[in-house]
């Protein structure tokens, strides 16, 4: 370890130490340390938003310095600069960003990634090595594969869709990451899309859409995460057309995910939806038992953790509906192991899962209400937000509405929107329909029992 992260090490564990765990969380959790260059003679710290950078500089880098010059014996200028290492969304998934013991201390420290990737926002670890593929994602997996291997020639947009926690973020940043390696001068960025909304106020605030322009149309390779967010954004939407038409006309390379098919993204223009589907479009869907298992090994193999089958099994059996959850209740049988000194088993896991699992019992998830229906019915989870009313997929629609009337605390309007954005009438509507055929058609009877049967286990 280099002298400078040596010493930042020490600094962690005394602010952890002095200040209370809101500051702590707040103000020095947040921070980066940058170790690519120069970090013995001017260290960089890099703040995630203006706010902690302006708070930090004022209030605890005097402290640093004070400390750094003790321990080096010589006088060290911390430099603080504005986040570039982890935006918001990849932090969010940063199971490390926990501080409860010292190697999680040694976490905060940024791995000495090179400048570019940094510049790319990227997240290393999403690659395609640590994607799982199975029947939910192989053909979006083939197409980034593709993509990554010929970016702006193999298709272009490479548009992906699907429901929260299923691997889109994953995916794309993948493909970043193998052109990346292809390629370190290539000019790649990932960015949210509510970063980019944000990034056209602050171009509108100073008048500089001219910097904002050169920037995006100078880009390799965009890729623009849950463009949902740009619905209802007019101006968002003319500079991102804007930048999409100048970088595919010039062969670079777009991503975009969102969380429904193009036409169904509310609010959005008619130039941008037809645009979105010029090249490929794929569903990433929620993924099966099996797969469920087999990320929960991967999971466990990077994280260099034995993990039994047999917990796999349970974990995935009673985490059905996303990945990130599948992840979260993985996260949490390690913390119980560590926090008990027990060995990994079936019985500490149904341990630890088991207020969790008591909690899911009482509230089942939408998410998980859409996946059995649509599997029960034979159809694409995709098709419950759909706005296809053909019978086939309108029935197992209003289904899944009633159900989710039935079981869940959530409000009509509430359940609308989660079917793809409907008005809460037509749940209504739904409920009826199903109440009335429940007691009229035998078939209708006996597949909802059989789904609430499934559902509560
Ligand atoms: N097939 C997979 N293999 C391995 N890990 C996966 C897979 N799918 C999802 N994950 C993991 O699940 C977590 C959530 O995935 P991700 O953030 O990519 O989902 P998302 O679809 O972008 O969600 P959102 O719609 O909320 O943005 C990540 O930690 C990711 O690594």
Known sequence: MQAIETFWYSCLKHFKKELNAQQFNTWIKPLQLDISENCNDQPVLIAPNRFVLQWVKDNFIPHIEVMAQQHFSKKIHFQLILGNTFDAKSSKDESLHNINNNSSVQSLITKPVPKKRNASHLNPNFTFDSFVTGKANQLARA???????????????????????????????????????????????YVHAEKYVS????????????KFKLYYHSLDVLLVDDVQFFGGKNRTQEEFFYAFNTLVEAHKQVIITCDSYPKEIS??????????GWGLTVAVEPPELEMRVAILLKKALIEKIALDENVAFFVAKHIRSNVRELEGALKRILAYSRFTGHPLSLELAKEALKDL???????????????????????KVAEMYSKKRTRIVARPRQV??????ELTPLSLPDIGEAFGGRDHTTVLHAHRKITELRSSDPIVSRDYNALLHILRG
């Open 400 to 405: 899944a509405m009633t159900i989710a009337k």
């Open 199 to 210: 990034d056209v106020v602050s171009a509108y605030q100073h008048k500089s859409f001219d």
């Open 143 to 189: 197409g980034a594969i593709q993509v990554a291997e010929r970016p702006g020639i193999a298709y272009n947009p490479l548009f992906i869709y699907g429901g929260v926690g299923l691997g889109k973020t994953h995916l794309i940043q993948a493909i970043g990451n193998y052109v990346f390696e292809n390629d370190h001068e290539a000019k790649i960025r």
């Open 357 to 379: 699992l008591a909690v899911q019992n009482r509230q089942i998830s939408i998410e998980n209400i859409q996946k059995t229906v649509a599997d029960y019915y034979k159809i």
């Open 267 to 276: 609010g959005l223009e008619e130039r941008l939806v037809s645009r979105f």
